[in-house]
């Protein structure tokens, strides 16, 4: 009789134990997907901001070509002004000298 006493003891212990461990593992699997939600979420957002990053950069890439193109004919037109500027004083002093 005792020893039945002490194995419903023990056997009632140990369901108690093992609830318990089924609850806490319960617990863990939802804390896991729901860190795992989060992750993935995390993910997106962070992929979409790079995305939008790197199109913001493109523009601006895109942006100063344009004004480095329109710099360079500019320039270009500069130094044609220049190079007129230049042969006309040279014509000048060598008017003036004859």
Not at 47 to 76: K, P, Y
């Amino acid at each position: 009789m005792r020893c039945n006493s002490f194995q419903s003891r023990i056997s009632k212990g140990e369901n108690e134990e093992l609830l318990k461990l089924l609850k806490e593992k319960e617990s863990l699997q939802s804390e896991k997907s729901n860190l795992n939600m989060k992750h993935n979420a995390l993910g997106n957002s962070t992929s979409a901001f790079a995305e939008e990053i790197l199109e913001e950069l493109h523009n601006s890439n895109m942006a100063l070509q344009v004004e480095i193109q329109l710099g360079n004919v500019e320039n270009e037109k500069l130094l044609e002004d220049i190079d007129i500027l230049k042969r006309s004083l040279v014509s000048l002093f060598e008017n003036h000298l004859q």
